[in-house]
């Protein structure tokens, strides 16, 4: 099946500093990805879908200065979280389907904790 | 609309027991409907998807049932095992759009 990475899998910073986390699709070329962020023993909350070579679609609520998402290439977005607070803790994840399919594959997800 | 309902919240089996999960919608023009797997600190895992043209799909020890009048899909998890004891969410989208998920069910399968 198609394989999507992300990167860090697990960050810890400092509340007021910015952390970038990368998805990559390994196998495909994603002209779309998806991100999302899950609380413990939650759903997953879709935030942003990320469009290669245009803006990304923010979900209602989701403030898109403080999660700063770039699709710079087919196999590569990346989700900035400026200015993070201990709020902003939470497993990050992102999806993405190969192209032209509708199934989605996960990426392992990244635990960032702002202390 | 754009809600998927799941439950049960939380479901404990014994091994070699039948583990089922349902899942209801309203958003009629859902037109895939995938199960995912989740263990703790992991990301998701696609188990099994069906399209509302079938009524059932099963691979291996798993199976949807789709009930397309009712708006309602399940999963089943024949002969359950420890290993299965996961987090398993239903979702629902639209062609090449985004995923609607349920709120998840908790499984743990007991030897």
């Known amino acids: 099946g198609a394989v999507v990475s992300q990167h860090p899998s697990r960050v810890i910073c400092k509340s007021g500093t910015s952390v970038k986390i990368e998805c990559r699709s390994l196998?495909?070329?994603?002209?779309?990805m998806f991100w999302y962020r899950q609380f413990p023993k939650q759903s997953l909350m879709l935030m942003a879908t990320?469009?290669?070579?245009?803006?990304?679609?923010?979900e209602q609520g989701v403030e898109k200065d403080k999660f700063l998402i770039n699709h710079a290439s087919l196999t590569l977005s990346t989700l900035t979280v400026t200015s993070a607070h201990p709020e902003d803790s939470s497993f990050y994840i992102c999806?993405?389907?190969?192209?032209?399919?509708?199934?989605?594959?996960f990426g392992p997800g990244t635990r960032l904790t702002v202390t | 609309q754009q809600q998927v309902k799941q439950s049960p919240q939380s479901l404990i089996v014994q091994k070699g027991g039948i583990s089922i999960i349902n899942c209801a919608y309203e958003?009629?023009?859902?037109?895939?409907f995938p199960w995912y797997q989740q263990f703790p600190g992991k990301g998701p895992a696609l188990l099994i998807a069906?399209?509302?043209?079938?009524s059932e799909k099963k691979e291996g020890r798993f199976t949807i049932s789709f009930n397309k009048s009712a708006k309602q899909f399940s999963l089943h998890i024949m002969d359950s095992q420890p290993g299965d004891s996961a987090t398993y969410f239903c979702?629902?989208?639209?062609?090449?759009?985004?995923?609607?998920f349920g709120t998840g069910t908790r499984l743990q399968v007991f030897p």
């Open positions: 999806s993405a389907p190969p192209g032209g399919e509708t199934e989605q594959y």
């Open positions: 196998d495909f070329q994603a002209t779309t």
């Open positions: 990320s469009n290669e070579g245009s803006k990304a679609t923010y």
């Open positions: 958003n009629t023009a859902f037109d895939y």
């Open positions: 069906i399209r509302p043209d079938v």
């Open positions: 979702a629902a989208s639209t062609h090449t759009d985004k995923l609607i």
